[in-house]
């Protein structure tokens, strides 16, 4: 109860609670700590009800309906195939409510308070929360902010209309017969690809050579030669200069080697990159926090900003928008103000993509170890070779294994198949306990199991693989 407009006394104040945000503040009561965690918006942030799980279950979806359509490679005979979008949509918001009710139970179980609103800083060790019922202020020994980011919106396609950032993308009433998508990573890919498998010609239009640019390009062709089996036109190398939408489609202009093109489709996705919230009403410049040029705060190894007691995760700082990476960030962070020597290490931190077929990679690439100096040796073992993969219809595929060729220490790893998300898991912890080839390829994995195929692979980077050729050594 405040009396006047005294200052309430916590010990940790937590701004923003997405994936990043909630994890720090149920870490930080786990360690004894007093905790208020502020959001505007809803628990889970982003990633719970607008990208990450909504998202892949509309992914899920698309998936059955697409082995519904092609059960006869199995000898299964399946009737008129048809799509319910609206129970679909259902379907992803009881996931996305199912999710977030769990985060609410967790923060009231480990007795973090909850205030639905907006927080303003008053100064370094205060700051006002306020909706439309109330405005108490707090006085925090420590501050841990993770204000997420937001879709980065383009002058000549601003949002609104036929424009859609991811979010509106995710709640369409039912599947477009056409969708434009400008960008070709992650985020444009999943959805791109899960609107074709639903029926949709999807045209993505990307600047680079290929889809998703950060991954290699083996990996990536795998997902283009798919991509274009579903209907998918892929433009790489491409401009996006203009959009001219009506009440019915939208006509996008672009250029591709100076030559002039155009298409037209219902609606138009624009999916290039995130911008992290540093702006607007939170007052970063009033206790001032420093930023880069690019507007993510800058921290230290244990997330803190140039004021020691306020730390920054997640979005708002540098490194790849992933929400696995905020978790991360916010225990450390927890656990810093908490007096623990946590710190930031990132070479293990995977990344994912739930295309088709999925791709995933965790520490260094091929390259990336060379250009740190090691001398390198890499093994690939297909999908193809695995008796689980085969008999899911799922031999598209490959684990490649990069490891030191003097110490057989595992240095990275990259996966595209089917599972690539859950078997890039062994090869992360095998990069964090300082595993060699010897400690994964001596583990007996279970047959028969897709995980067999990351034994199989270090056996190739060993030189004595069993159920695949490779010259003699």
Excluded: W
């Amino acid at each position: 109860m405040v009396v006047g407009d005294a200052s309430l006394d916590i010990d940790t104040l937590v701004i923003g609670a997405g994936p990043g945000g909630y994890v720090a503040a149920i870490r930080a009561a786990q360690l004894g700590q007093k905790v208020l965690i502020v959001d505007k918006s809803e628990l889970g942030g982003v990633c719970l009800n607008r990208g990450c799980i909504p998202s892949k279950a509309l992914i899920s979806a698309a998936h059955q309906y697409e082995n519904a359509l092609h059960a006869d490679f199995f000898g299964v005979s399946v009737g008129d195939v048809k799509v319910d979008f609206t129970k679909t949509q259902e379907f992803k918001e009881s996931v996305v409510k199912k999710m977030t009710s769990g985060v609410s139970a967790l923060l009231k179980g480990n007795k973090v308070e909850i205030f639905n609103g907006e927080c303003m800083f008053i100064n370094q060790n205060e700051a006002r929360v306020f909706n439309d019922h109330e405005s108490p202020r707090y006085r925090f020994k420590n501050c841990i902010i993770a204000t997420g980011s937001r879709p980065i919106e383009l002058k000549p396609f601003p949002f609104g209309g036929r424009i859609l950032s991811s979010t509106e993308a995710l709640n369409l009433p039912e599947v477009p017969k056409s969708l434009i998508v400008i960008g070709g990573g992650y985020i444009g890919a999943e959805l791109g690809q899960m609107y074709s498998k639903f029926g949709t010609k999807v045209t993505i239009i990307e600047g680079m050579d290929t889809v998703l640019p950060g991954f290699d390009k083996d990996m990536t062709s795998l997902v283009a030669k798919n991509m274009k089996k579903t209907n998918i036109e892929i433009v790489t190398g491409a401009k996006a200069e203009s959009a001219e939408q009506t009440d019915k489609d939208v006509t996008v202009k672009y250029s591709v080697n100076g030559e002039s093109k155009e298409v037209t489709a219902e609606y138009l996705l624009v999916t290039v990159g995130r911008r992290p919230n540093t702006d607007g009403e939170l007052g970063l410049d009033l206790i001032e926090v420093e930023l880069d040029e690019r507007g993510f705060v800058k921290v230290d190894h244990q997330g803190r900003t140039n004021h020691k007691h306020i730390f920054a995760i997640g979005d708002i700082v540098a490194g790849p928008a992933l929400a696995h990476k905020a978790s991360y960030e916010g225990k450390v962070a927890a656990e810093a103000i908490a007096g623990m020597p946590s710190v930031v290490d990132y070479k293990c931190i995977p990344a994912v993509v739930f295309t088709d077929p999925e791709c995933a990679s965790v520490g260094y690439s091929e390259q990336q170890a060379k250009d740190k100096g090691h001398k390198v040796k890499t093994g690939k073992f297909s999908y193809a070779a695995n008796g689980r993969a085969v008999s899911l219809n799922g031999a598209e595929g490959f684990v490649k294994i990069v490891a030191d060729e003097e110490t057989g220490l595992v240095l990275g790893a990259q996966i595209v198949g089917i599972e690539a998300s859950n078997l890039i898991a062994e090869l992360g912890l095998a990069i964090e306990m300082g595993a060699t080839l010897e400690d994964i390829a001596l583990t007996i994995h279970a047959h028969p199991t897709l995980g067999e195929l990351v034994a199989e692979a270090a056996e190739v980077v060993l030189g004595h693989p069993i159920h695949t050729m490779v010259p003699r050594r």
